[in-house]
Every structure is written in structure tokens, then in C-alpha cells.
T-cell receptor, first 113, second 112 residues
Framework: KAGVTQTPRYLIKTRGQQVTLSCSPISGHRSVSWYQQTPGQGLQFLFEYFSETQRNKGNFPGRFSGRQFSNSRSEMNVSTLELGDSALYLC????????????FGDGTRLSIL | GQQVMQIPQYQHVQEGEDFTTYCNSSTTLSNIQWYKQRPGGHPVFLIQLVKSGEVKKQKRLTFQFGEAKKNSSLHITATQTTDVGTYFCAGRSPPGTYKYIFGTGTRLKVLA
């Protein structure tokens, strides 16, 4: 069974731009969560989607948004990029929402110049 | 806000030695999960603990959830080079919600 797929793997943007990251969950998994990982802040929860609805949200500004499609694929958008948004963005899928064992993708490495 | 601290931050051990990482939360956790992230890789789910005082074993790994559900530990017996990586605990914060909070992680290096 294919794992969680994230695209693109690497991205370079400049301040003020916006970016969209994509995540395809494991087949049959209906929940998708997004995380930001940085050396300084560690792994931080962004949000979780289930059945096209945002179920939980972390403490990130409104510039970070996401959505989920009917096939459970998810996208995350970051607008007005700042230098501090440079990070590894990880997507994780699980069968159900809530505190379920999560399967992570390899992430998208976003660099802001 | 709630914090989940892990100690130690780094640990270097000789192959064959034991290793323990501790996870401490400022508030009660509903349940706790443990993940391992290899260098350059993504976190991989290891186990979930739910009950107060629960102990679970996976081969050389022993996981424990504290009686007060505010701390947890992961113990590896006789480490191997394949154990190298960062070990994270994750809890549900605050209790009753479903927001994940990950611990600060313990990076393990095993010297052959």
C-alpha cells in the first residue's frame, strides 16, 4: 500500500509570496493533519481535516490555511510568506480523526529567501 | 500554554548500552503516543498508551505511562545502531481536545 505522498519535496519562495503544498493520504485514510517542523520549535500542529472539514487547529496565524477534498487529498496554503516560515512541512494521515496513530509523509522543505 | 518537555535532549550511547528518554507534560494527558524519526526521515508511529500506569513492550523497547498521566518514558535495552534517531512523545492538549502537541524530542546516537 502506498504511503503518504507530499508534493513538492522542495520549494524556494521569496517573502510576500504565497505557496500551496499538497498531500495524498494512504488509501482509506480519511483524516489528514499538517505539521511544521523547525530546529527551534520542533514539531508543531497546524490543523487536521476529516471529511472535508477542519476538525482541529493549532496556534498559527490566519496566513496558514488548508482544505481537504472529497477524495481525502489535502492542500495547505501559506500566504504572505515570511522568513520564519522556512521549515519542513509534514502531512500525516490516519483512519479517523482525533488522537489516532498517524502516518507521516516525507514532507515539503520550504525555504524563504 | 501546555508544554511537553523531553529529557535528555541528546544522548550518545555505546552499542549494547541501555537508553531511556523521559516525557513530561505540564498538564494531564488523555493519552500519549511515541514516534521515531530517523535522520532525514519522517516520524514513524511506535505505540500509543492510554491507561494510567500502562506499560507496553515491543521487543527491546518498553513504554510506560505515569500514574498521574503527566509523564511517560521509553526505555531501549541493549541499543543497536538501528536505534539511531530522534524519539518524540505526543499528547492530546489540552485534555478533551484533539490538538496534538509533540514533545521536544530526544536525539539518540549509538556508537558502534
Amino acid at each position: 500500500k502506498a504511503g503518504v505522498t507530499q508534493t513538492p519535496r522542495y520549494l524556494i519562495k521569496t517573502r510576500g509570496q504565497q505557496v500551496t503544498l499538497s498531500c495524498s493520504p494512504i488509501s482509506g485514510h480519511r483524516s489528514v493533519s499538517w505539521y511544521q517542523q523547525t530546529p527551534g520549535q520542533g514539531l508543531q500542529f497546524l490543523f487536521e481535516y476529516f471529511s472535508e472539514t477542519q476538525r482541529n487547529k493549532g496556534n498559527f496565524p490566519g496566513r496558514f490555511s488548508g482544505r481537504q477534498f472529497s477524495n481525502s487529498r489535502s492542500e495547505m496554503n501559506v500566504s504572505t510568506l515570511e522568513l520564519g516560515d522556512s521549515a519542513l512541512y509534514l502531512c500525516a494521515s490516519s483512519l479517523d480523526w482525533g488522537f489516532q496513530p498517524q502516518h507521516f509523509g516525507d514532507g515539503t522543505r520550504l525555504s524563504i529567501l | 500554554g501546555q508544554q511537553v518537555m523531553q529529557i535528555p535532549q541528546y544522548q550518545h550511547v555505546q552499542e549494547g548500552e541501555d537508553f531511556t528518554t523521559y516525557c513530561n507534560s505540564s498538564t494531564t494527558l488523555s493519552n500519549i503516543q511515541w514516534y521515531k524519526q530517523r535522520p532525514g526521515g519522517h516520524p514513524v508511529f511506535l505505540i500509543q498508551l492510554v491507561k494510567s500506569g500502562e506499560v507496553k513492550k515491543q521487543k527491546r523497547l518498553t513504554f510506560q505511562f505515569g500514574e498521574a498521566k503527566k509523564n511517560s518514558s521509553l526505555h531501549i535495552t541493549a541499543t543497536q545502531t538501528t536505534d539511531v534517531g530522534t524519539y518524540f512523545c505526543a499528547g492530546r492538549s489540552p485534555p478533551g481536545t484533539y490538538k496534538y502537541i509533540f514533545g521536544t524530542g530526544t536525539r539518540l546516537k549509538v556508537l558502534a
